[in-house]
């Protein structure tokens, strides 16, 4: 069973507000994604992180941001939600390793609706 | 990092065997092969990863040809449960982004 969390499970929320997705693990992975998917599309990789203090922006272009201020945990933060933000987030770790990718650990992720 | 090609779906029977293929004609030296399953509303779960040759483990077994030009994820008597999204990614460990291709959507009928 892995180990890592994401809240809120949904979220709806109006034009305009500050949202942040929380995405926490305790498996010490210091690898950390952020993958955005609509509804029977691919996913996406929108932010990613090598470790603390680390982080990238992924193949899709997003207007959120992450922070890695601790190994455990890696927030995504939308400072305007607008409708076209509308999706489901999800966030996945996995161990550093200079071989293989290493496995990928997702959480159930975060649906997010901006009315 | 190598882009990936897999058919958009497939159609199979409860019992019998499926062959997924997955095209990555620019796969580096290091990189590995990687199967993940998803099911909906859920996230992507590791099916089976390898590097050459053939890997087997208690679900599924992926057949890498001597190029690596390709893969082939082969389940075993599916049964209506094994009705998902089936994704293939090759990259390396290290400082790899692990980008998801389109998948192959499974159904699996009675």
């Known amino acids: 069973e892995a180990d890592i969390y994401q809240t809120p499970r949904y979220l709806v929320i109006g034009t305009g507000k500050k949202i942040t997705l929380e995405c926490s693990q305790t498996?010490?992975?210091?690898?950390m994604y952020w993958y955005q998917q609509d509804p029977g599309m691919e996913l996406h990789l929108i932010h990613y992180?090598?470790?603390?203090?680390?982080?990238e922006k992924g193949d899709l272009s997003s207007e959120s941001t992450v922070s890695r201020i601790r190994t455990e945990h890696f927030p995504l933060t939308l400072e305007s939600a607008r409708p076209s933000h509308t999706s489901q987030y999800l966030c996945?770790?996995?161990?550093?390793?200079?071989?293989?990718?290493?496995?990928?650990?997702f959480g159930e992720g975060s649906r997010l609706t901006v009315l | 990092l190598a882009k990936t090609t897999q058919p958009i779906s497939m159609d199979s029977y409860e019992g019998q065997e499926v062959n997924i293929t997955c095209s990555h004609n620019?796969?580096?030296?290091?990189?590995?092969i990687t199967w993940y399953q998803q099911f909906p509303s859920q996230g992507p779960r590791f099916i089976i990863q390898?590097?050459?040759t053939k890997v087997t483990n208690e679900v599924a077994s992926l057949f890498i040809p001597a190029d690596r030009k390709s893969s082939t994820l082969s389940l075993p008597r599916v049964s209506l449960s094994d009705t998902a999204v089936y994704y293939c990614?090759?990259?390396?460990?290290?400082?790899?982004?692990?980008?998801f291709g389109a998948g192959t959507r499974l159904a699996v009928h009675p």
């Open positions: 390898g590097y050459k």
């Open positions: 498996m010490g992975h210091d690898k």
């Open positions: 990614l090759v990259g390396e460990g290290g400082y790899n982004k692990l980008i």
């Open positions: 996945a770790s996995s161990e550093w390793s200079g071989g293989n990718t290493g496995e990928l650990f």
């Open positions: 992180s090598y470790g603390v203090n680390s982080t």
């Open positions: 620019n796969i580096a030296t290091n990189d590995y």
